[in-house]
C-alpha cells in the first residue's frame, strides 16, 4: 500500500532562514508527487508537482522540490522564509485515482 | 469561475441527526472527492468520484454515503452524525481521470458533533 511520511509534524523557523520540510513516500509503483499548501483556515492550494523529467521542481512562492527516487523522498525546500510562509504544508501521492496525504507540517516564520 | 463551492461554513449538529455537505464545481472536472481533516492525521479520503454516476470508497468511507448525479455536483450525506465525524471536511475536483493533475479545494466546512 502507498503512504505519505512528513516527518516533521512542526518547523519553526526564523525570517530570512532557509528551511526543508521533509517528505518521504512507499509506493511499488510509479508516482506523481505533490506539495500543497493551508493558510489558516482555508482550503489547500497547489505549491509544485512533479509528474516526470527533472527532478528539480519549482513552485510558486519561490519554493521547489527534489525528488530522489532511490530515497523516496520529495522534500520541499525555500533558501529565504517570509512571515507569510506561515501555514501548513502538506505532501501528497498520487496513484490511480485516489490522493495519498502526508499528515502535514506546521511552518511557523518568527521574526 | 467560482471554483469548487461548499456549503455551509459551520455547522452544529446533534447525535443521531443527519445532514447533507454541499460541493459544487464550475471547471467541468470529471474527478472529484471529499475529505476530512483531523488535527495531526491530515486528509483522508472518505469517498470519490471518477464521473457523473460512479462513486467509490475513500479510505473513511463508514457513516457516509455520496451521489453524483451531474457533472457539478457531489454531495456529502451524514446518516446519523456521531461526535466522531466532528471534524473539518474539504471537497477537492481534477481536470481528468488519472493522477497527473492537481486537485482543487474548496474553503471546506467545520462540523462539530455533540
Known amino acids: 500500500a502507498q503512504s505519505v511520511t512528513q516527518l516533521d509534524s512542526q518547523v519553526p523557523v526564523f525570517e530570512e532562514a532557509p528551511v526543508e520540510l521533509r517528505c518521504n513516500y512507499s509506493?511499488?509503483?510509479?508516482?506523481?508527487l505533490f506539495w500543497y499548501v493551508q493558510y489558516p483556515n482555508q482550503g489547500l492550494q497547489l505549491l509544485l508537482k512533479y509528474l516526470s523529467g527533472s527532478t528539480l521542481v519549482k513552485g510558486i512562492n519561490g519554493f521547489e522540490a527534489e525528488f530522489n527516487k532511490s530515497q523516496t523522498s520529495f522534500h520541499l525546500r525555500k533558501p529565504s522564509v517570509h512571515i507569510s510562509d506561515t501555514a501548513e504544508y502538506f505532501c501528497a501521492v498520487s496513484v490511480d485515482y485516489k490522493y495519498i496525504f502526508g499528515t502535514g507540517t506546521r511552518l511557523k516564520v518568527l521574526a | 469561475n467560482a471554483g469548487v463551492t461548499q456549503t455551509p461554513k459551520f455547522q452544529v449538529l446533534k447525535t443521531g441527526q443527519s445532514m447533507t455537505l454541499q460541493c459544487a464545481q464550475d471547471?467541468?472536472?470529471?474527478?472529484m472527492s471529499w475529505y476530512r481533516q483531523d488535527p495531526g492525521m491530515g486528509l483522508r479520503l472518505i469517498h470519490y468520484?471518477?464521473?457523473?454516476?460512479?462513486?467509490d470508497q475513500g479510505e473513511v468511507p463508514n457513516g457516509y454515503n455520496v451521489s453524483r448525479s451531474t457533472t457539478e455536483d457531489f454531495p456529502l450525506r451524514l446518516l446519523s452524525a456521531a461526535p466522531s465525524q466532528t471534524s473539518v471536511y474539504f471537497c477537492a475536483s481534477s481536470p481528468v481521470l488519472g493522477g497527473l493533475n492537481e486537485q482543487f479545494f474548496g474553503p471546506g466546512t467545520r462540523l462539530t458533533v455533540l
Open positions: 471547471m467541468n472536472h470529471e474527478y
Open positions: 468520484s471518477v464521473g457523473a454516476g460512479i462513486t
Open positions: 509506493s511499488s509503483v510509479s508516482v506523481y
